[in-house]
Structures are given as C-alpha cells and as structure tokens.
Antibody, heavy 119, light 110 residues
Framework: QITLKESGPTLVKPTQTLTLTCTFS??????????VGWIRQPPGKALEWLALIYWDDEKKYSPSLRNRLTITKDTSKNQVVLTMTNMDPVDTATYYCAHRRRNEYFDYWGQGTQVSVSS | NFMLTQPHSVSESPGKTVTISCTGDSGNIVLNYVQWYQQRPGSAPTTVIYEDNKRPSGVPDRFSGSSDSSSNSASLTISGLKAEDEADYYCQSYDASTVFFGGGTKLTVL
C-alpha cells in the first residue's frame, strides 16, 4: 500500500525559505520509472505543479518557479524534500506530494500540508 | 508556458450526462497522455481517468475519457450523474520538461 505524507512549517515569514518533506512508504524511489512530485493549491484556486524527481535523480521544475525551487531525494529514508526560497504571501497554499507512476500520472497523493506566508 | 483550458463550471441534473473539456493552447496534447483528477472540498485529488481513457480500480464506468487530436483537446464524460459526483475536476498533461494542470471545473449536480 502506497502512502505519502507531507510535513513542514505551517507558517513562514516573507523572504524566508520553506522546506517541506514528503515521507512515503509502499514503494522505492530506486525503482525504474517511479517519481515523486510536488503540487500546490492556493485557497480557492487551481492545482499548480511545482517539481518532480525521478528514480534516476532527473529533476524537473515549473518554469515560473524554477529559480526558487530545489527538489532532492533520500532513498534510505524514503523521503523527498522540496525547498522554496524567498517566500511571499502569494505562496500561501496547501502543498501536496504525489507518487508518479508513469507518463506523469500521479496515482497516490498525500493529504497535503497547509503553509501560510505572513509576517 | 503551455496551458490547459477548462470551463470554469458545469452543472447538470442527476441521472444526466455531462462532459468537461480540456483544451491545449498550443502544440498537440494528444501526443502526451491526459489525466483527470476529482477533488472534493477539503480533500486531496484522486484520479478518475489516466492515460486519456483508463479508469483506476474502484472508479465506476460512468466515468470515461477521450482525446481528440483534431481539436487539440481531451474530455471527461460522466454519465448517470449522482450527487456524489459534485466536485472539482482537473485535467493534467505534460511535455518533455514540465507538468501542467488545467484551471479546474466545478461540477454542480443540481
């Protein structure tokens, strides 16, 4: 059974760096074809893809946020970490991590973690 | 950036059929698969259709998907509407370097 869970701060101040951790079970990020992605959703708004890391350590980023994002994996801990620099109130959102099966199909999602950006 | 456009909202009566469109603004999204996610308030998205027209286990066959290269679009069709189908629906696709979601469609079952 695949499960994912996001963790991190619920409140960050503007200009700070956000670090979110996705801890997963039921699969390995060393398995060919597997990936973990991050997606966010501001209150009342649409889903927005942020980043994706693959079993072979290939990484992809949203073009509009590329210069602020870093995604890494720790296969020994079954974790994927997303950092986002220079946080702004517009980054207030629920952040989800999700398991990528193939063809960028996210078949399992975490419950999401709410992050507010405010001074 | 490539964008996927969905109607902001659709509504239909129980028992009827509704179709939600997802149109790419450039290129040909049929070259890459389209997924459809259902999201109820306060919950994470769940998949109703993947790879254009496949249903995950547990999703009723009232849900179907298709893609049309001539119109550069994909569609999600829900037949025999039930009150429980009321939710937001998002299409999602990708290209060589990015993943993108549509803006979402709010389905109201009248």
């Amino acid at each position: 059974q695949i499960t994912l869970k996001e963790s991190g701060p619920t409140l960050v101040k503007p200009t700070q760096t956000l670090t979110l951790t996705c801890t997963f079970s039921g699969f390995s990020l060393t398995t060919n074809g597997v990936g973990v992605g991050w997606i966010r959703q501001p209150p009342g708004k649409a889903l927005e893809w942020l980043a994706l890391i693959y079993w072979d350590d290939e990484k992809k980023y949203s073009p509009s946020l590329r210069n602020r994002l870093t995604i890494t994996k720790d296969t020994s801990k079954n974790q994927v970490v997303l950092t986002m620099t220079n946080m702004d109130p517009v980054d207030t959102a629920t952040y989800y991590c999700a398991h990528r099966r193939r063809n960028e199909y996210f078949d399992y999602w975490g419950q999401g973690t709410q992050v507010s950006v405010s001074s | 950036n490539f964008m996927l456009t969905q109607p902001h909202s659709v509504s239909e009566s129980p028992g009827k059929t509704v179709t939600i469109s997802c149109t790419g603004d450039s290129g040909n999204i049929v070259l890459n698969y389209v997924q459809w996610y259902q999201q109820r308030p306060g919950s994470a998205p769940t998949t109703v259709i993947y790879e254009d027209n496949k249903r995950p286990s547990g999703v009723p066959d009232r849900f179907s998907g298709s893609s049309d290269s001539s119109s550069n679009s994909a569609s999600l069709t829900i037949s025999g509407l039930k009150a429980e189908d009321e939710a937001d629906y998002y299409c999602q696709s990708y290209d060589a370097s990015t993943v993108f979601f549509g803006g979402g469609t709010k389905l109201t079952v009248l």
